[in-house]
């Protein structure tokens, strides 16, 4: 135990040394300024989870999403305003989010428990980890104290959100450009064990992919066998924008090693997914994982979840806490 609490010190210093004089995110920052908020976001969670199972993947997406774009500030659940569509959210990488209401109602709530005290990017954070934590999935720590930001900007979210397209060497620039490294790419990619995908994020994988044409020229990458299921039972036309895949089958909505095996055969659904096997250290960490011991990968995408949520962070007095997470506060 001693030897915990000592690791625990020298991890925490050597965060403070990184961020220099910046002030930092630390476990429990509403502990007195609003002591329920915690609480009030893992009951919201435990409670209305159940009957809307699809929150946890689209919450730890929207999540990834934020922090990828101006810092984990929930820049992405903002508005555009004066009926342009020009914030993240009106990005096409991010036209499938969904759980922005979901996450309106914590607000709300804590809105009511001590006004203008809880960030937006927090809430985000917690509600992420706790249903995803709920599901059975992994826990990891959200140290708090973000602040949220006023400017959301679509082409920042075209310009900074790794496509489904990307090829290994484009993944890790995207990953390496916010300080996470290739192992940090792998086990947080692993969150595809969970959730679904429209066919416009893969179809190009289905169907004339060389350009050669005919249905059986297919991503040569993607195991031929389930191309053709896709083909036959999803994405019956190169066009389907609306029907949907789940990226782990079998298990989409379990928090399991099975997207890495699938993507060991060749089942990824993303040439991203497809990508991480083409690279030998990234392959060599899938597969201890899915030889390790269970714990192995919750403990390792915990380790990533943090730095994720750690992303140029605004803290102390830079941003706002909004006071509805889709509008900039008024002043
Ligand atoms: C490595 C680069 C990544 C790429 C290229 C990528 C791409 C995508 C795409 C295209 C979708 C499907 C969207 C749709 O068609 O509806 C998706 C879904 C998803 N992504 Fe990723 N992603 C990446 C990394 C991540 C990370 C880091 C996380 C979280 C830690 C994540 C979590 C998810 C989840 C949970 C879903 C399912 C969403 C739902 O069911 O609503 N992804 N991703
Ligand atoms: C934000 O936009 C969504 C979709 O356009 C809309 O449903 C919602 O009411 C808006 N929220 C606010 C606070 O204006
Ligand atoms: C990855 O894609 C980029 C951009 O299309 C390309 O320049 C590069 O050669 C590709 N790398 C590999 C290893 O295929
Ligand atoms: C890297 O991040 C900066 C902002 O932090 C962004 O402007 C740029 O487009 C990003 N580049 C890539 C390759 O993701
Ligand atoms: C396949 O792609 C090629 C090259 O982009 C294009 O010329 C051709 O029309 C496409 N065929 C079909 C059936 O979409
Ligand atoms: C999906 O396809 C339909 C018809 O092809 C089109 O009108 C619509 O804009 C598309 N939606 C997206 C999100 O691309
Ligand atoms: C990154 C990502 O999710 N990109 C997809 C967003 O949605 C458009 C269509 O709406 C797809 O073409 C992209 O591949």
Known sequence: MAAMVALVAVTAAVVLAGGAARAQLIEGFYSHSCPQAEKIIKDYVMEHVPHAPGIPATL????????????????????????????????????????????DRIKAILEKECPGVVSCADILALAARDSVNFIGGPFWSVPTGRRDGTVSIKQEALDN??????????????????????????????????????????????????GRGGPGDADPSLDKFYAATLRRNKCKTPTDNTTIAEMDPGSFKTFDLDYYRGVLKHRGLFQSDAALITDAAAKADILTVVNGPPELFFKVFAGSMVKLGAIEVKTGSEGEIRKHCALVNKH
């Open 161 to 210: 959100i790794p496509a489904p397209t990307f090829n290994f060497t484009q993944l890790l620039q995207s990953f390496q450009n916010k300080s996470l490294n290739l192992a940090d790419l792998v086990w947080l990619s692993g969150a595809h064990t969970i959730g679904i995908a429209h066919c416009n994020s893969f179809s190009k994988r289905l169907y004339n992919f060389t």
């Open 60 to 103: 730890i997406r929207t999540h990834f999403h934020d922090c990828f774009v101006r810092g984990c500030d929930a820049s992405v659940l903002l508005n555009a305003t004066g009926g342009k569509k020009d914030a993240e959210k009106d990005a096409a990488p991010n036209l499938t989010l969904r759980g922005f209401g979901f996450i």
